[in-house]
C-alpha cells in the first residue's frame, strides 16, 4: 500500500531563517506530487506540482520554492521565512495517467509551520 | 470565476443525530467532485467522489448527493458519532480535455462538532 510521510511535523522558527520541509511518498512510482498551504478557515491553496524529477511548476509567486531530487522525494524551501509564511502545509501525491490530473489526490499528515 | 461555497461554516450536533452540509460550485466546465474529512492537524481523507453522470454516492454512513443543473452538492451523516468531529471539504475539479494540470478548487470547509 501507499503511504505518504512528511516532516517535521511542527516547527516554530524566526523570521528570516531559513525553511526546508520534506515529504516522501512509498509504494508507488512516477507520482504526481503537491505542495499546499492551509490558513485557518480557508480553502488549501496549492502552492506547487510537480510531474517528475526536476519538473516543478509553481502557482502562486511568493519567497517559497519547491524541489523534487528524487522521484519519490518533494522538498518545499525558503531561504528567509515571514511571518505570513506561517500556517498548515500539506504535501500531496496522485497516480499519473495519460489522461492528466484528474486522480484523487492523497494528502500526507502536514506540517505545521509557526514564525514568530 | 471558479469558486466553491460550503455551509454551513460550523455545525454543532448530538451524537447520533443526522446532518447534511451543503456545497455550491461554479467551477465550469465540470469534470468531478470529491468530498474529504479532515481531522484536526492530520491531511484530508478521500469520502466520495462522484462525475457529472452521478447524482449520489455513499461511504458507510456518509451519502455525497450532486445535482449538476443547480450546481450543487450535499454531504449526508447518518447517526452521527464522535469520531465524525472533523472539518468537511468539498472538491471540485475542473474539465481538461488537453489532459494538462487543472487546479482543483477547494471550499473553505464545515467544520463538525459531534457532542456526546
Known amino acids: 500500500s501507499q503511504t505518504i510521510h512528511q516532516w517535521p511535523a511542527t516547527l516554530v522558527q524566526p523570521v528570516g531563517s531559513p525553511l526546508s520541509l520534506e515529504c516522501t511518498v512509498e509504494?508507488?512510482?512516477?507520482?504526481?506530487l503537491y505542495w499546499y498551504r492551509q490558513a485557518a478557515g480557508r480553502g488549501l491553496q496549492l502552492l506547487f506540482y510537480?510531474?517528475?524529477?526536476?519538473?516543478i511548476s509553481s502557482e502562486v509567486p511568493q519567497n517559497l520554492s519547491a524541489s523534487r531530487p528524487q522521484d519519490r522525494q518533494f522538498i518545499l524551501s525558503s531561504k528567509k521565512l515571514l511571518l505570513s509564511d506561517s500556517g498548515f502545509y500539506l504535501c500531496a501525491w496522485s497516480v499519473r495517467t495519460s489522461g492528466g490530473f484528474q486522480e484523487t489526490q492523497y494528502f500526507g499528515p502536514g506540517t505545521r509551520l509557526l514564525v514568530l | 470565476k471558479n469558486q466553491v461555497e460550503q455551509s454551513p461554516q460550523s455545525l454543532i450536533i448530538l451524537e447520533g443525530k443526522n446532518c447534511t452540509l451543503q456545497c455550491n460550485y461554479t467551477v465550469s466546465p465540470f469534470s468531478n467532485l470529491r468530498w474529504y474529512k479532515q481531522d484536526t492537524g492530520r491531511g484530508p481523507v478521500s469520502l466520495t467522489i462522484?462525475?457529472?453522470?452521478?447524482n449520489t454516492k455513499s461511504n458507510g454512513r456518509y451519502t455525497a448527493t450532486l445535482d449538476a443543473d443547480t450546481k450543487q452538492s450535499s454531504l449526508h451523516i447518518t447517526a452521527s458519532q464522535l469520531s465524525d468531529s472533523a472539518s468537511y471539504i468539498c472538491?471540485?475539479?475542473?474539465?481538461?480535455?488537453?489532459?494538462?494540470?487543472?487546479?482543483?478548487?477547494f471550499g473553505a470547509g464545515t467544520r463538525l462538532a459531534v457532542h456526546p
Open positions: 462522484m462525475t457529472f453522470s452521478e
Open positions: 472538491v471540485v475539479s475542473p474539465s481538461s480535455f488537453s489532459g494538462g494540470y487543472n487546479k482543483l478548487i
Open positions: 509504494g508507488t512510482s512516477n507520482p504526481n
Open positions: 510537480s510531474v517528475g524529477i526536476g519538473q
